[in-house]
């Protein structure tokens, strides 16, 4: 099925490891998305990509890092891991940085700091 | 700075009801804006996007409404089932070009 794919689905790390999420999509999308999801806050966009080439930070880039490897993947680093990171990571990808027909997310992966 | 509000936060309904949920946003210059649904443990289904050319969308039981000049979209669903129950997100593009999420409404439709 065409989408947005993440992997692994789900990651307990000691505090101070690291670890990559990765993204890919089907769908010849432009743009892609990093966001994490906490109880009461909503999503957070973490960092993105406008188009291939380029990356830019969202509103709470810090301790992480990206890397948008081609057009269809865009992984998510974490140096070195804190329990505040302890979420839920949702990718998405839209046809365009505008989003004029919106955003496609992936089923997430579930990350446990400890 | 954008905001987006999502009240309520959590809401129970008999099944067969119609309801709707209503998104309120502070920066009336919107690209477009978004409804979702995510089940527990899940990631986002999109249901509806609407322009912000356009008045509503319409998808199945499902209508989205946008009042730009008020900063307000609702979502009604009509007929609610059991299946319903998950929670809603609306999402708003404005200025930045980046999805500015509410914190969602929990939907319960009980049987």
């Known amino acids: 099925n065409a989408g947005v794919t993440q992997t692994p689905k789900f990651q307990v790390l000691k505090t101070g490891q690291s670890m990559t999420l990765q993204c890919a999509q089907d769908m010849n999308h432009n743009s892609m998305y990093w966001y994490r999801q906490d109880p009461g806050m909503g999503l957070r966009l973490i960092y993105y990509s406008a188009s291939e080439g380029t990356t830019d930070k969202g509103e709470v880039p810090n301790g992480y890092n990206v890397s948008r490897l081609n057009k269809r993947e865009f992984s998510l680093r974490l140096e070195s891991a804190a329990p505040s990171q302890t979420s839920v990571y949702f990718c998405a990808s839209s046809e365009t940085w505008t989003g004029g027909y919106g955003y496609t997310f992936g089923s997430g992966t579930r990350l446990t700091v400890v | 700075k954008q905001e987006v509000t999502q009240i309520p936060a959590a809401l129970s309904v008999p099944e067969g009801e119609n309801l709707v949920l209503n998104c309120s946003f502070t920066d009336s210059a919107i690209y477009n804006l978004q409804w979702f649904r995510q089940d527990p443990g899940k990631g986002l289904t999109s249901l509806l996007l609407?322009?912000?050319?356009?008045r509503e969308q319409t998808s199945g039981r499902l209508n989205a409404s946008l009042d730009k000049s008020s900063g307000r979209s609702t979502l009604y669903i009509a007929a609610s089932q059991p299946g319903d129950s998950a929670t809603y997100l609306c999402a708003v593009k404005s200025g930045t070009y980046k999805y500015i999420f509410g914190t969602g409404t929990r939907l319960k439709v009980l049987a």
């Open positions: 609407i322009q912000s050319s356009q």
